[in-house]
Structure formats: structure tokens, C-alpha cells
């Protein structure tokens, strides 16, 4: 541990108007048990007192192991935010963590044994979310320690959003900037792609991480949107290439994943997106090729997409009784 403790870990926050809230996020920083810090906030062209607030942070906090550095462009989005984060580090190791969530005190003191031990690049732990308004635990989500994460992320059930994740600098240089053309599923296809891209992926069980659950929305509806759906499609063609690229998929899961895709198929037809349904289809048929003596499951998600939008509007249908018989 005495040369990890010389390690540096590079915390990246993006803000936009969390004036309110953004000293709980970074108290959660400060309150770590590892040293040294670097902590970058990046202000995504706040129009409220969020400069004055993170300034003032700023000078009660920051000393020789914790550094603080607040940088404000214009307003861009989240994934500029942490691009500019990105460009800015010294560290060695990279946490993003959103304006409204916490990190756990241990975490940063964790990750870096963990990964000077086993010289993991990639790292997704537990995290748990949070009712402030109730200050109750609503959730707690393990990480899987005992399956395959790549595998994992090809059925649907790696969940990598940028709270629970952590990188090596020269993974996240690897990997390249996060994309600014996703409105939404932003954090999805960078840490999948992240995940496809390391070389030592590892997974801590524990809950290390706290993400804020609102009784307000925390997000638009904008993924429900036709154009949110190209997003998630377009994220999961990402996931399959990288995947092609890997040797450590098994047949299983290139077969669950294209049933998952038909399903997202099937769903677009329903939703009258055809053009998302043809594609959906043309990505699954892809994973298939790569396993092709693997029998599907839920052979009826096929069935249903060559059948296009009557298979959609029919398969859509089942399930809305389905749900009602279970009610």
C-alpha cells in the first residue's frame, strides 16, 4: 500500500444549477479517507449562485493532498463538462460522480487497493439510492462479482452508470472522450465502452457509491422519444462491435443479446418507429452470426419482429395483458 497511497485520484463533477445541493456532493469528496485528491467541477454555465457556492467550498477545503479546481465554460451539456474534466487531470485514477449523488468515505481508499492489487483498469462496484425527502435507502444494487462483466453487459445486466464506475487514466485515454451527440443513455455507452476496451475489467460487491433519488424527475423523458430510442440503439450496435473484438464471450450471451435486441425491435414496431425496428433486427442477426449454432431464448421476441409492426403492436399486446393478469 506505501506506493499506492502516492497514487492520485482525479474526481470529475459536472454542475449546472445544483446551488442548493452541491456542497452535500462535495463534502462526500472531501470526507474521503484517501489522500491525495484531485477534485474538478466543472460548471456547466450555471445561472444560479453554484459559482458562489463552489468557490467558497473551495477555500474553506482544499490544502496540499486535496486540490480543488473549479473551471466554468458554457453551457454544452454533461458530456462536454466531463470532457473538459478529462482535459484537465493529473491523476492517476478517474471517479466521475454527477452533482447530486455521494461517494461512500471508503470508496476512493478501496478502489485504489483494489486496483494496485489486482491492476484492474476498469472497476464498477455497488452502489445504493437515496430519498433524501423520506432519508430513507430506497435501493441497493451489489455488484456482480461471480459472472463475466462483458458477458454481463450483453445480456442487459451490467447497469454501468458513471456513479458506480472507475477508470485508470490511461483507460479513460484509451477509450476517448464521451460522446456530446447522447442527450440520454450517455452513461451506458461510455462505461460499456469502457468495459469492452479494458484489459483487466473487475467488479467490488460492496455499496460504495449513493445516487440521490428525487421525488421530481431527475431526467427528461427525452429516452422515450423516437430520437432517444436511436440513442439506445445505437449504444448497443457499440456494445456488439466491441464485443466482436473481445475473445472472452461465450455463445450464451452473444444468443441472449440478440434476443434482447429483437425484443427492442419489436418494441419500435409497436411504437411505429419501423426504421428503429429494421435496425434493431439487422443488429441481433449480427450477434447471431457470432454464435450461430446457440439456440436463441424467447424464440417468440423473433417471431414477433418478422412479423414487423403487426408482430409489434401483437407482442405489445400480450404483455399488457400479462401485466394486468399479474395485478
Known sequence: MSENIKKVFSVIVPVFNRAGMIEETLD????????????LIVDDGST????KVVE?????NQSHNFIVRYIHQENQGVCSAR??????ITGDYVQFLDSDDWLKPERLERLTAFMGETKADFVITGFDGFDPDE???TERHPANIHRNLVELALEGRFWGNSLRCSYTRELVERIGPWDTDFICF???EYSERA???AEKPRAIEDILATARRHKRERLSSFHTTKAGRGLRIESEARLLHLAKTRNDVSDKSYAEFASRIFGLGVRSYASGWIDHGRRSGKIAKAAIACAPNEPIPKKRRLFAWNLGVVGGLAYSGLGSIKTKIKL
Request: zero cysteines; hydrophobic letters at 35%; a negative charge.
Open 83 to 88: 470532457n473538459i474534466g478529462i482535459q484537465n
Open 28 to 39: 462526500s469528496v472531501f470526507d474521503q479517507t484517501y489522500r491525495p485528491i484531485e477534485l
Open 56 to 60: 467558497g467550498w473551495a477555500r474553506t
Open 135 to 137: 432519508s430513507i435507502t
Open 48 to 51: 444560479d449562485e453554484t459559482a
Open 195 to 197: 468495459l469492452l476496451l
Open 186 to 188: 450517455e452513461d451506458r
